[in-house]
């Protein structure tokens, strides 16, 4: 039994499905299928029930998987600690929008210096990646650091300061925040979300007759929406290709602008591991 095998099963897993697994390693469902049989003779029992229409693993599979991974990961690092190229697979976590911004010149960059690095990527939002984080879904995340400082079981790294900014139809005259909130609405950067978060404190201070009746979390939907001169918004700015397309005014809030920490974060016990610091190294500006 080849030891790839398990790694295919814990994608599948971790997917929920044969063809998620497929994609997560880079093979054919038919492969990854094969495979799973081959297990399933190895162990003399299934690990899946197929039955119904969709194929489920068991909870001899779950079993088998916790076993493995443990052993696996333990001996990826011997062979971290024995291999002088930093290669290898890493799993990186994102917000949303950072997926244009940060993104292109951060793989670039690691391909460029570790063409041995397989960077897989997870988006989600900041307290689900720190969840699978915390869970070892994931070896590191690129997030915003919540405003109590994060959590002590985690490392984390300040990369960048994002403030932000008010955006405005780009026919609009007002130049006072609260003259802009009277004559539109305020179309509210998700709160669920620590910038959300910074940016409703702001309204509620500056503008607290402010009507909203839409909420997003999309940056690029956001300014697209205020580009149409639906309303006004509160927001990280939004880099130069977004405005190119959707353009607005951007106004700035004073030396006093609320802004989000852009950190990078691991675990504690993976300070030191090659592939993660090379992960930092090519998120740091």
């Not at 001996?75 to 971290?80: A, K, V």
């Not at 978060?197 to 979390?217: F, G, K, N, T, W």
Request: hydrophobic share 40%.
């Amino acid at each position: 039994m080849k030891i790839e095998s398990f790694r295919t099963l814990n994608a599948v897993l971790r997917g929920g499905s044969f063809a998620a697994g497929a994609a997560d390693m880079n093979l054919s469902p038919s492969a990854v299928s094969l495979q799973m049989k081959q297990m399933e003779e190895y162990f003399g029992q299934p690990l899946f029930d197929r039955s119904a229409l969709q194929v489920r693993p068991n909870a001899f599979a779950a079993e088998v998987d916790a076993v493995l991974q443990e052993a696996l990961s333990r001996l990826d690092e011997l062979r971290r600690r024995s291999t002088p190229a930093v290669e290898g697979r890493v799993r990186l976590g994102t917000i949303e929008p950072l997926q244009v911004t940060l993104l292109p010149p951060l793989l670039r960059k690691l391909r460029e210096r570790y063409p041995l690095l397989d960077v897989r990527l997870v988006r989600g939002r900041a307290t689900e990646l720190t969840e699978k984080l915390k869970q070892g879904e994931i070896d590191a995340a690129i997030i915003t650091q919540p405003e109590t400082g994060g959590s002590r079981r985690l490392t984390w790294t300040p990369l960048f300061r994002e403030t932000l900014v008010l955006i405005a139809p780009p026919d609009s005259r007002e130049t006072r925040v609260a003259e802009l909130f009277q004559q539109y609405e305020w179309i509210r950067f998700d709160k669920t979300t620590i910038g959300g978060r910074l940016a409703a404190r702001y309204v509620a201070q500056h503008a607290p007759h402010a009507r909203c009746r839409i909420e997003m979390q999309s940056l690029a939907a956001l300014t697209a929406l205020v580009s149409a001169g639906l309303g006004v918004c509160v927001l990280p700015e939004p880099g130069a290709n977004l405005l190119d397309v959707h353009p607005v005014r951007v106004l700035p809030l004073g030396k006093h602008a609320p802004y989000r920490q852009i950190s990078f974060v691991c675990r504690q016990t993976d300070q030191d591991n090659r592939l993660v610091q090379a992960l930092l190294e090519g998120a740091r500006p």
